[in-house]
């Protein structure tokens, strides 16, 4: 099967032109889920009226943020706009959520470059009133990196809590494997290996993920055109970790639509935008999608097929291909 990708949506102008008027969403509106009472909204996350609109007098027991990361991937803002910027958001997040509350937020880490915005991210963290827990890091299959250089195979999370919130510890283990061996505890006089205490060969959730497919095109849950889109199952181990059934989500970066698709999944309500009306109608999609083929995002084709005149042919080796009419970014 032909992967049919789309390019960089938020860098490349042709395309955005293209896709613009298929948006149903424009600044300042707001598409309500008449199912389950998603919200999904082209507002600015720095914006206190555009937040509290979003919310209408809603409060979230969760939030899970994924903005920007200030390198060289996307528009670099100076450190310090980075910073102002990063602390209206996080502002907004504390206003809007239960006194006993969990935040994660995806932020990376510029090795070439101080490694910022994420050490000043976790400093500016210190004057707010959210209760540092932990550092996780997600390990990617694929990195980047220079031959004078470690290679870049991780991504940061941070997690921070209001209050008491609810933790729930998966009693299940994950596909995180044992791969570390040593000899930890005497049991029945004899030294024993941490592997040999169990019959699972796969441990409980940590602080570091092993186990997470790091999202690309043959991916079921791909959406083309979203760079650096976070895999399905982080965001569900988030949400299941730290909220319950029935509880508010927001998430102020949209995206792809990956933390609306996770709580549609698992019983829970989102509240979401993005400054783009691109990715906000993607967003809206990927919900509309899966509802109406279970499908959980585009693995050889992307959100606007149908507009994009793309149809499904049959090659002398029966397997299908996409064939698009017209060239797309003249």
């Avoid at 910073?83 to 809007?96: C, D, V």
């Avoid at 049991?187 to 024993?192: D, E, F, N």
């Avoid at 991916?219 to 569900?236: R, T």
């Amino acid at each position: 099967m032909k992967n049919f990708p789309l390019p960089r949506i938020e860098i490349d102008e042709a395309c955005r032109e293209r896709l613009l008027p298929y948006c149903r969403l424009q600044s300042g509106q707001i598409w309500e889920d008449d199912k389950k009472g998603h919200r999904v909204g082209c507002l600015d996350t720095a914006s206190e009226q555009d937040i509290t609109k979003l919310m209408a007098r809603n409060k979230a027991t969760l939030a899970i943020h994924d903005p920007p990361y200030n390198v060289a991937a996307f528009a670099i803002r100076d450190i310090q706009a980075f910073m102002l910027w990063s602390k209206q958001w996080i502002h907004h997040t504390a206003q809007h959520l239960m006194p006993d509350s969990s935040l994660y937020v995806w932020l990376g880490a510029d090795q070439n470059d101080g490694f910022q915005p994420l050490a000043d991210f976790m400093v500016m963290m210190r004057s707010e009133p959210f209760k540092s827990r932990s550092f996780i890091t997600m390990r990617n299959q694929r990195g980047y990196g220079t031959p004078k250089n470690w290679m870049s195979v991780r991504q940061e999370l941070l997690y921070y809590t209001l209050g008491n919130p609810v933790f729930n510890v998966n009693a299940e283990y994950t596909d995180i494997p044992k791969i570390l061996r040593g000899y930890y505890k005497d049991v029945a006089g004899k030294r024993t290996e941490n592997i040999e205490r169990s019959g699972s060969e796969n441990i409980r959730a940590g602080n570091v993920w092993v186990d997470i497919q790091q999202v690309f095109y043959r991916m079921e849950e791909n959406v083309n055109g979203c760079y650096a889109q976070k895999p399905l199952k982080a965001i569900e181990r988030i949400i299941q970790a730290s909220s319950s059934v029935g509880d508010n989500v927001i998430d102020w970066f949209a995206h792809s639509g990956t933390t609306l698709l996770a709580c549609e999944l698992l019983g829970r309500r989102c509240f979401t935008c993005d400054t783009d009306p691109i990715f906000c109608e993607i967003t809206i999609r990927r919900l509309e999608r899966y509802r109406n083929c279970a499908e959980k995002g585009w693995q050889n084709s992307n959100p606007f097929e149908k507009e994009l005149g793309i149809q499904t042919v049959v090659t002398n080796n029966s397997e299908p291909e996409q064939n698009m009419q017209g060239d797309l970014w003249d």
